[in-house]
């Protein structure tokens, strides 16, 4: 099966065949051999031409390569091609800002119906004595505040939507 | 030597503190918030009593808990590590007050040295250059202008009522003196409710190069070298090493000669450290001075061989110090990475949350001073900083060397850290060459960004990952022996040789 | 220097040599037997070849697979690590011949060094003291006896055709000696098909002494001071420390002297160690050398600041030693535990498996040399030791408490260690006084025993995690800054207090 | 609910009640002042009379507390008293002898049918370049052996039966 790779703005081909009981890998076209020296929940430990990879797949967008963080997305070709043919299909609706940490909000600068620009400020989380600002990441309309000032919020709450 | 010692910190440093409490024999006290139960400090103690509430001030800085479990649990001294109470007079007061030793300076110190203004003027009484200004609070324009006159340009206006950059201009012409200092003054007005300033010499990109010293309660004191601290964010120190790229013996010695007269004028006593700042020419100026164990002080260690906590609590106990300026000296290098819980692509924003996987780096040369382990959570109330990565060498070269193989053994999955921003810098020519100071990071190095190279190898990583899980595809057990590996992937070699 | 280096050998020595590899900037090359493909060696090179199976004969003990690899990765020179073909002189020539450089000595060296009868004889001839006895094999008894009459008793006669103990016997009076020889020859002719005999002097209680050297390939050649290596359990090494208790500036200087010269008659190169056995009156015998890196060269790398293995690589290069017996020093004391895989209760018997978990110890003075991490299988096919656990301190005494410091750090799930016997020992008076030799293990520690003193600990725990499970009963999460904690049990505070 | 539990020759009656959603434990009669400072998996990080306590509960029958290990037995005490009055419950009729490591059987010095006294030879399994003899652990006949000489055997795999 092909899948067509993004990483970090890069875009690979990547073809991956079950061949008598052997994966046969190839990049861009081209072949590449590749050894899976071993498995073990999200630790995929790689020898890609003779060199050795520490890779880590942490989620479905996020892999580690010896340590340095990659942001992936996977698609099959097929649905790639599918679409590029009705673009409209690949717009994402709407956008749900999550914390990416726990923390206290310190400040909320938007209300809900407020049309934000990317790179606005949106609310003020602090965390270990320091403020951070979470920022708009696309233009859009703020159709829903799940939080509020002076809230206690963990990783992965949701706390607004754009949409 | 005391028979228990109660540690008033977490983290790293109550680490620190707790394994010289073991290699000295003396029983160890911790002291731990809500948040902190299952913290490595807690571990690592021979008893633990619990302050309860997560945020410091309901825990780390209740001066009333922590007497009542030094109490409680018999303590005889405290150690009180950095940051919290570590330069709280009125904290050594209550101690020296209920019969309990200060692992650190005499209240009277900490006070003096804590007032900039009055620190200032006991240091420049002493002849211990200090950056010209003026000596107190200026209310009038034409007071500034005669300091101005007397030090030169460029000049830096503070306000004097408080910090936070409020009111702080850098003035480089005549031309502009008089409107910096009326806008100076205005902002510090409304900011402040005082409208006071300061005034003194701007240092065009300084060093900051410190002294540790230590002194005994007997009159001897003596110091352990220089350790440069210019690699800096917002005046928090990065990146530490010992000795500095621009030291001479001579210009080390004239520093070390005023660091020990600065301890002695101020009539202090325990570890410390006089910080100076060094300009283009090597004129040094007294900073200030951190009345406490700081949290480089491993940089010293390693190049003198003199472990500073147990120092700390030799001289609490009363000891004459053995160590003479003559019976000790620096070899090697050494260098001190701060790893904290940050993101440095993302403006250093903190990273909290579990530790799934830490690898910590081993071998020679190097020392790790952690106060994380595997699952443990990294809390939100207190200071980034988990662990220092520390390396020695014969030579600065070996040490920039090793600190990079360190830095890429280490592997602390869950949060982000500091780890990647150092590797940048360890690679950077200036930081090798040994020519930068404290505008390094916002001048020289600018926008964080790291080179990767393995985008490829992401690429088939996520795809053989997505074909395991979603085709349910199983990994055969690999047998002992085998001629054949089903898994080794036929294919041309030449390709992506890039690693 | 290298461009490319290949690293014949696994575990923690590997990860030795690779970490060398990067602090030079050289790119390196691991192999892996089946058992290996994760090990943490493999992880850690540039690139990486399998050689198939997992017993040591049919991956690491084969010259021909490696010499293949070496080809094809384009390495310039070969590092052996210890064990497997370290001292193999085939593969020093077979490196030789295929014009890739042995990063050890010539294998002319290797050859002459390894048989241990042309080794004593060189030695004998240079006047370097070796233990007193024949100087070939004994094959009549009358021949025997003239040589006890020059060396005097006790006597120790071994089979000259092989070892394992069969047909050795320690005789200490005349009366003895002929019968002794008689059985010891029939034992030899029907274990070995070889009735000859070596008759040397039986030294009582002797300490196991050596010197670490270093020789280039001009001629240079100088000593980097002893390791004590006297705790030994059957001729394994356990313990290592530097500087030795009873070393003296004199005796240092004289063995110093009889290892380099050791050095220079065998015309050996690259980096070696000299043992010698010495007696209780401080005399002392060349016993034989090890023509490789030591698993114990740490100990002299922490008290002399010198990286051996770096060293290595610059003399196999073909530089000029740049170090002068003059230009180095030792200070302080090191000291070295082998963390091997094994149960010191049980015998010492093998214990591999699955490491659950593991935290390694840090702070100041510890440095860790590890071949495994958490989640790797230990293999049963290789050498027990797993890692190697470091101190140094300004002082011995220092040193040992910083070693059960770190001791009490380490933790290791999943298999048996050694720990537990390294912290007896470093517990053990004997042992703290220095007081010590090759018999500790066998006469003075005798039974393997630990003491411990949290019986009362293990039985709340236990039920408490039966409580737990069998009930269903769930911990509620804790929650910040709740003031009355459920689980904290009431209860009178004097009871149980012995920890 | 009461338990004696045996720790390597020592017994201690352990006492824990809930009241109030708390432990309440008593030791040998006497009160203890236990607080879990933590729970994961097997670990349980107790403080004891303000002592912390790293303990890992192996498996039924092993405890590490900060490391040490030590053999635990528990018992309700009421199935103790029952054990107590009839004591041919509690003698076990069989003992299994497994492989506590993995590796090769070099030799096997028994056979089935044979009488062993505790401390007798059974076999020798190699690993790590070293031969380990297995002991028998008490008396008896020798009813089943499962292994041969050369075979690889695992952690856990039942060698032969004691009767």
């Given amino acids: ?163 | 030597m005391f028979n228990k010692i109660l540690v008033a910190n977490r983290g790293e440093i109550a680490v620190r503190v707790l394994r010289a409490c073991r290699e000295m024999g003396v029983q160890s006290v911790a002291v731990y918030s809500d948040a902190d139960r299952n913290a490595l400090h807690t571990r690592y103690a021979d008893e633990v009593y619990g302050l309860g509430g997560a945020p410091a001030s309901e825990s780390y800085l209740r001066i009333d808990k922590i007497m009542a479990v030094a109490k409680e649990s018999g303590a005889e001294a405290i150690h009180p590590g950095y940051g919290f109470l570590a330069e709280n007079s009125d904290f050594a007061r209550a101690c020296e007050d209920n019969g309990i030793v200060f692992i650190g300076p005499n209240s009277r110190a900490i006070e003096l040295l804590g007032d900039k203004i009055a620190s200032k003027k006991t240091m420049r009484k002493a002849k211990i250059p200090v950056i010209p200004g003026s000596e107190g609070p200026v209310a009038e324009e034409e007071e500034g202008r005669k300091i101005v006159e007397d030090i030169g340009f460029p000049v830096l206006i503070k306000a004097a009522g408080g910090g936070g950059g409020k009111g702080m201009r850098v003035v480089r012409e005549q031309q502009d003196l008089g409107s910096a200092m009326k806008q100076a003054m205005g902002e510090a007005n409304s900011a402040f409710g005082n409208p006071t300033i300061f005034i003194e010499k701007f240092l065009e990109s300084p060093r900051h190069i410190e002294f540790q010293i230590l002194a005994d309660n007997h009159g001897n004191a003596i110091h352990l070298f220089e350790r440069e601290c210019s690699v800096q964010r917002r005046h928090q120190k990065l990146i530490e090493e010992s000795p500095s790229a621009i030291m001479t013996p001579e210009l080390r010695a004239r520093m070390g000669e005023a660091a020990v007269k600065a301890v002695k004028v101020s009539k202090y006593n325990n570890a410390g450290t006089v910080e100076f700042m060094v300009d283009k020419d090597r004129n040094f100026y007294f900073l200030e001075m951190n009345t406490r164990l700081q949290v480089e002080h491993p940089v010293t260690e390693l190049i003198t061989g003199i472990d500073i906590v147990k120092e700390q609590f030799k001289i609490a106990a009363g000891e004459v110090l053995s160590l003479t300026q003559d019976n000790i000296s620096m070899t090697g290098a050494a260098v001190e990475c701060r790893i904290s819980a940050e993101d440095p692509e993302n403006n250093f924003a903190p990273s909290t949350g579990k530790i799934t996987e830490l690898i910590e780096p081993g071998g020679i040369g190097v020392r790790v001073d952690s106060g994380i382990y595997e699952g443990f959570d990294v809390p939100i109330y207190y200071d980034p900083l988990v662990a220092k990565l520390l390396v020695w060498a014969p030579t600065r070269k070996e040490a920039l060397v090793r600190m990079t193989r360190a830095l890429g053994e280490y592997m602390i999955r869950g949060i982000k850290t500091s780890i990647p921003f150092h590797r940048l810098v360890m690679d950077h020519p200036k930081f090798i060459e040994g020519d930068y100071d404290t505008t390094f990071i916002d001048k020289v190095l600018k926008k964080i960004e790291y080179k990767k190279q393995h985008h490829d190898v992401a690429a088939i990583s996520s795809v053989i990952a997505r074909i395991l899980s979603e085709k349910h595809v199983r990994l055969p057990k690999a047998r002992e022996g085998r001629k054949t590996n089903p898994w080794k992937l036929s294919g041309r070699k030449e390709m992506m040789r890039r690693g």
Avoid at chain 1, 37 to 65: C, R, Y
Avoid at chain 1, 72 to 97: G, M, N, R, T
């Fill in chain 1, 1 to 163: 099966m092909a899948y067509i790779v993004n990483v970090e703005g890069r875009e690979f081909k990547v073809d991956v065949q079950m061949k008598d009981g052997r994966f046969v890998v190839s990049l861009n076209g081209k072949k590449a051999n590749v050894e899976i020296a071993h498995e073990q929940g999200a630790e995929l430990m790689l020898i890609v031409n003779d060199k050795p990879f520490a890779t880590i797949v942490e989620s479905d967008s996020q892999v580690l390569v010896n340590g340095e963080a990659y942001a992936v997305e996977v698609v099959d070709e097929l649905i790639e091609k599918l679409i590029k043919a009705s673009p409209d299909l690949a717009q994402k609706k709407e956008l749900a800002v999550k914390a990416v940490m726990p923390g206290l909000v310190i400040d909320v600068n938007v209300r809900e119906g407020d049309v934000v620009k990317s790179g606005d400020g949106l609310l003020i989380i602090e965390a270990m004595k320091m403020q951070n600002e979470i920022k708009a990441a696309r233009d859009g309309l703020l159709r829903k505040i799940f939080i509020k000032k002076g809230q206690t919020v963990n990783t992965g709450d949701t706390l607004l939507i754009i949409e």
